[in-house]
T-cell receptor, first 115, second 111 residues
Framework: GAGVSQTPSNKVTEKGKYVELRCDPI?????LYWYRQSLGQGPEFLIY????????DSGLPNDRFFAVRPEGSVSTLKIQRTERGDSAVYLC?????????????FGNGTRLTVT | DAKTTQPPSMDCAEGRAANLPCNHS???????VYWYRQIHSQGPQYIIH???NNETNEMASLIITEDRKSSTLILPHATLRDTAVYYC????????????FGKGTLLTVNP
């Protein structure tokens, strides 16, 4: 079946601009996650949605970062006033359930470059 | 969540078994051991997880020591496509979404 889909696959933007990154989770998965991966590092947790609500947003680095999941399916990660340090691969994942053992299924990410 | 220690890199010959070790000496009773891998330019891929017992699926086997302080991921017949960074992660069931990936082991399968 279809996996987690992320668009765009690459995004180049200028410092100070606003960007939106989209994630389509696996159909039927109730939980959705955003991670960020900098060059040479493992992915780092940003935010977790259970249904429409953000159950844990403790990984968001600052208030320039915001994510929504209005209908409990597609999610958008929004970054305001981008900085060069925001350059990274942004990974989305989904799982059948948010708690317990359900493994996470990741998309291939959006590579964001801030110039 | 408990910290894990993995060798930074390993090599394996194609067709041979790849045995990837992981140390998690501070693991607590309710924490699972998860393995994910990341092939270049792709997102992480779930492989297997376990609590106490050894586990096997179509991709790999997971051997957890009796004291649960270490584990080994076994790829029984490695192929070139198994070249990837392998992450061993310890996480409790209540927060398994908040995975701490670390730097993992770069497994290179050689022809």
């Amino acid at each position: 079946g279809a996996g987690v889909s992320q668009t765009p696959s690459n995004k180049v933007t200028e410092k100070g601009k606003y960007v939106e990154l989209r994630c389509d989770p696996i159909s039927g998965h109730t939980a959705l996650y955003w991670y960020r991966q900098s060059l040479g590092q493992g992915p780092e947790f940003l935010i977790y949605f259970q249904g429409t609500g953000a159950a844990d947003d403790s990984g968001l680095p600052n208030d320039r970062f915001f994510a929504v999941r209005p209908e409990g399916s597609v999610s958008t990660l929004k970054i305001q006033r981008t900085e060069r340090g925001d350059s990274a691969v942004y990974l989305c994942a989904s799982s059948l359930y948010g708690q317990g053992e359900s493994p996470l299924h990741f998309g291939n990410g959006t590579r964001l470059t801030v110039t | 969540d408990a910290k894990t220690t993995q060798p930074p890199s390993m090599d394996c010959a194609e067709g041979r078994a790849a045995n990837l070790p992981c140390n998690h000496s501070t693991i607590s009773g309710n924490e699972y051991v998860y393995w994910y891998r990341q092939i270049h330019s792709q997102g992480p891929q779930y492989i297997i997880h376990g609590l106490k017992n050894n586990e096997t699926n179509e991709m790999a086997s997971l051997i957890i020591t009796e004291d649960r302080k270490s584990s080994t991921l076994i790829l029984p017949h490695a192929t070139l496509r198994d070249t990837a960074v392998y992450y061993c992660i310890v996480s409790s069931g209540g927060s398994n979404y908040k995975l701490t990936f670390g730097k993992g082991t770069l497994l290179t399968v050689n022809p």
